[in-house]
């Protein structure tokens, strides 16, 4: 929930278009007929997907005024998902006040739109924790630390506040997961076939839903073939095969088959891949290499599975440290089933085997789409399969540690052990959403605090007034020396004499008497935050930047220099009024370095 109303509107990924589908929907009562180009047409490019979790929203907001959708869809030209935030910004758009509580019109329809998606991820939630412990019966704290692990990563956490079907599709594969675990560790003497057809249709109601969500959904047939093929060779009987398969089909056949039938009259492709390409995807400009695969797309996807809400802002220790922490994980979990595989039994073997074949199912296709298709190298396409990462970590690294404890303490009880791991990952869970929310996502989006004018007086006063606007009422400089590897703050104190309808960036360089640069910075102003569209005339606020010193700079006396540029004409300086100069100097100082400049 929170996820919700601090990120602003559409800033999720293609979020402006699934909204795009629920909106089309809600407004002609029908579904679209695609198109076979960019953009897809009057649904947008997301209208080629099964339309269940978009009638559901569809539904919410019909009775809601969503005329004003295009208004909100200004692009941020400056936008960027990695590097330093200041020079671009997080925001994919701009963001007015037409988005402040109390939500109106279609702002108040994507709030609604995401409440969906959020039931959705509490569903993932029961689903998850159930299944755990169907496995591992009696194993709360195990249960407690994988449920936490795959629904509060923050990447989950930002997808199930967003209008987007990823959630739902995560949900209903957890909850055919768990219908599957409790078909299989039913004990064979206590198996009613009345239970089983049951479980069976709700299996195939599950699965339906899943696939009228997402195709991906597709996958979980062979699973549940499986299910049904172990369940026959353990009665011995072909009878039990064929009710089990027939069972699951009727559902499935009944929710799902006209949407294939659909695609094939309207489009003579039953999946629909063919219009997603040609609509939704822009194809690889060049055959998909290995070095590519490894050193971008791989990391990318590692990348944002976790970090969905600030794809670019973990350093990479942190992300190395969770891939080697799953590869250990992955042992201790081989480990864990070798050592208790007589209590686990071959039923709940089997089921975590499924597990396993079901993340390495995703990864295949997922690796499929980013050789076909640029763009595609998206964590939150592993969600279906976030059950069996999560266990890997909390099940492999409680064994791991045990089997240390153990040997270092022979009298070590193992569930004490198992309780410490798993707080210590719950711990993990709950801590991590909290500190990307307050160190990334919030400051991605925050504007700086307004000021008065009593701001200005311990700092130097200026009236510097540009052609455009912009005001620069004071500054400050952070320190009067600066070595290499420091960083020179320099603290502006701007104003805008009317509203700016462009954005610009502010340059703050270090240039001295010979016209050498030692240090340069071009920034969006608020760090990113607060790009100059947002500005409100006489509003006073203080922006700093953080000059570091270039390879090479020189010892000496240096002039901070600070202008403003429209974005993408670096060259086009704007004047100040009245004058041919296009820069203020705000102060000196004093650069310390090698005789040979700063390595």
Known sequence: ??????????????????????????????????????????AGHQGWQPPLYYALAAFVIAPIDTSDYETHLTRNPAQSFSGDRACCGRNLYFHFVNEAFPYQRATLAVHLARGVTILFGLGAVYAIYALILTLFPAQRYLALATTALATLNPSFLFSSALVSNDIPLAAFCAFAFLVMAKILTQPADDRPQTKDHIRFLGLGIFVGLGIMTKTTALGLVPIVLLVSAFLAYRARSFRTLLFAIGYFFLPVFLLAAWYFIRNQMLYGDALAYRLMTASALPPRDAPLTFA????????????????????????????????????????????????????????????????????????????????????????????????????????????????????????????????????????????????VLFAFTLPAYASPARLDASALQNVALSDAAFENGMRLRGYQLGARVVACGDKLDTHLFWTSDQRLAETYRVFAHLVNAQGAVAGSKDVIPGGGAYPTVYWKPGELFQDTIRIPLNQGARAGNYTVIVGVYKFGEPDQRVNLKNSDADFVAVGDTQVSAPPGGCP
């Not at 992300?319 to 922490?325: P, T």
């Not at 193992?414 to 991590?432: G, K, M, P, Q």
Request: aromatic content about 16%; charged content about 15%.
């Open 1 to 42: 929930m929170t996820y919700a109303i601090v990120v602003p509107l559409f800033e999720g990924p293609d979020e402006d278009d699934h909204f795009r589908y629920a909106k089309y929907l809600a407004d002609h009562r029908v579904l679209p007929m695609q198109l076979f180009q960019a953009g897809g047409g009057a």
């Open 292 to 435: 590519e695969l490894t050193q971008i797309n791989l990391p990318w996807l590692w990348q944002t599975f976790w970090g969905g809400p600030t794809p670019g802002d973990f350093p990479q220790w942190f992300l190395n440290a969770l891939w080697g922490a799953f590869i250990l994980g992955c042992g201790g979990a081989i480990l864990y089933c070798a050592r208790n595989r007589r209590a686990l039994g071959a039923e709940r073997l089997f089921m975590l085997g499924l597990l396993y074949a079901w993340l390495a199912l995703i990864f295949i296709a997922q690796l499929q789409f980013m050789r076909v298709a640029s763009g595609t190298d998206q964590g939150r396409y592993l969600f279906p399969a976030v059950m069996p990462i999560a266990l890997t970590y909390v099940l492999g690294w409680r064994e791991m540690v045990w089997q240390i404890v153990s040997r270092a303490r022979r009298a070590a009880a193992e569930w004490r052990v198992a309780r410490a791991v798993s707080l210590a990952w719950t711990a993990f869970a709950l801590a991590l959403p909290l500190f």
